[in-house]
């Protein structure tokens, strides 16, 4: 069975990249969530006035990999307790957040920060309400994949 899950963790490109990884993704798609600027461009996310947020789209089977794992995997691909962005990308659109569309996903995205709370972390991520989801331009899909690079600000950590 396919679903779908949305999260931000900084510059999209390196969350697609980590995700594209995992085992049960089917796809992933960078985009922008979380404003109310409907089909926002790359430029106008920039300005730090639409209120969206660098997110990804991730298409998985559930028979492969649960909405827990993903989120596990998603707090260790980046740091989470970074208050002002993602490594050097600071501002508003690179902030951390889990965007729920059951109650069943909101209580495991809190428990999983209850757990990390638990463990000493201070975690910034921000467990928001599911809003639309808007694919980001062509040019920044696969980004890494068609550069043949890696990513400069994300990189996994065994956590859970």
Not at 143 to 153: A, H, M, Q, S
Request: charged fraction near 20%; aromatic fraction near 18%.
């Amino acid at each position: 069975m396919k679903k779908k899950a949305y999260f931000a963790a900084g510059c999209f490109w390196g969350v697609e990249y980590y995700f594209q990884k995992l085992e049960g993704v089917i796809n992933v798609d960078s985009g922008y969530m979380g404003g109310d600027t409907k089909n926002p461009t790359y430029h106008q996310v920039l300005t730090k006035t639409t209120g969206h947020f660098e997110a990804v789209e991730v298409v998985y089977d559930l028979s492969k990999v649960s909405y827990e794992e993903l989120s596990k995997y998603f707090f260790e691909i980046h740091d989470f307790t970074q208050t002002d962005g993602q490594g050097p990308d600071i501002g508003p659109q690179y902030l951390s957040a889990i965007f729920y569309q059951t109650q069943e996903e909101k209580d495991i995205a809190l428990n999983l920060i209850e757990s990390l709370d638990n463990m000493g972390y201070s975690v910034a991520t921000k467990v928001l309400e599911y809003k639309p989801f808007y694919k980001a331009e062509d040019y920044h899909q696969n980004y890494y994949l068609n550069r043949g690079t890696v990513p400069y600000c994300h990189s996994y950590t065994k956590i859970f």
